[in-house]
């Protein structure tokens, strides 16, 4: 009897410390919700801006993918965009339909992204990058280029 009745008593101390925990629960998912949704419309508002300038621009997903990196990796100003014409002209005149499946064209590429780094900061010194991280560019570059291009 006295096993039942500590059982009994045990049971109900449980239900109510779950009846405490269970509103806390909930109110904390809420709330990791509501934080998730905030950056889900914050994310697809970014998105939208995106594919809007980029029909406002006129520009492919790969000129635009490396005038992002431009911006945010070498220079900030409007020497970006002729940096990144500079580049684009570049891979351009390498590439052609399946050249993707040639690693050789990718080293040429990847190598006149370089040289034209090279040369666009000797020309102007005030670029954010450093001579160390041209082959780091240029692999994040090789990215979007073999993707895009």
């Known amino acids: 009897m006295k ?4 059982s009994k ?5 449980s239900w109510r410390r779950i009846r405490t925990c ?13 934080d998730t949704l905030e950056r889900l419309k914050k994310l697809t508002g970014d ?11 006129g520009v492919s997903k790969g000129e635009m993918a490396i005038r992002q990196m431009v911006q945010d ?6 020497k970006g965009g002729e940096l990144v014409a500079r580049l684009v002209d570049c891979i351009s005149k390498v590439v052609f339909p399946g050249w ?43 990215k979007y280029v073999e993707k895009h291009f």
């Open 3 to 6: 096993n039942t009745i500590r």
């Open 9 to 13: 008593q045990r049971w109900a101390i």
């Open 22 to 34: 269970i509103p806390a629960f909930f109110d904390q998912k809420d709330q990791e919700t509501q």
């Open 47 to 57: 998105l939208n801006d995106a594919i809007k300038q980029e029909t406002t621009i």
């Open 73 to 78: 990796n070498v220079v900030k100003d409007e």
């Open 100 to 142: 993707q499946k040639q690693t050789s064209v990718a080293r040429t590429i990847k190598r006149d992204i370089i040289l034209e780094l090279a040369k666009f900061s000797q020309e102007n010194p005030d670029v954010n990058i450093s001579p160390d991280d041209f082959s780091t560019f240029s692999q994040e570059v090789m």
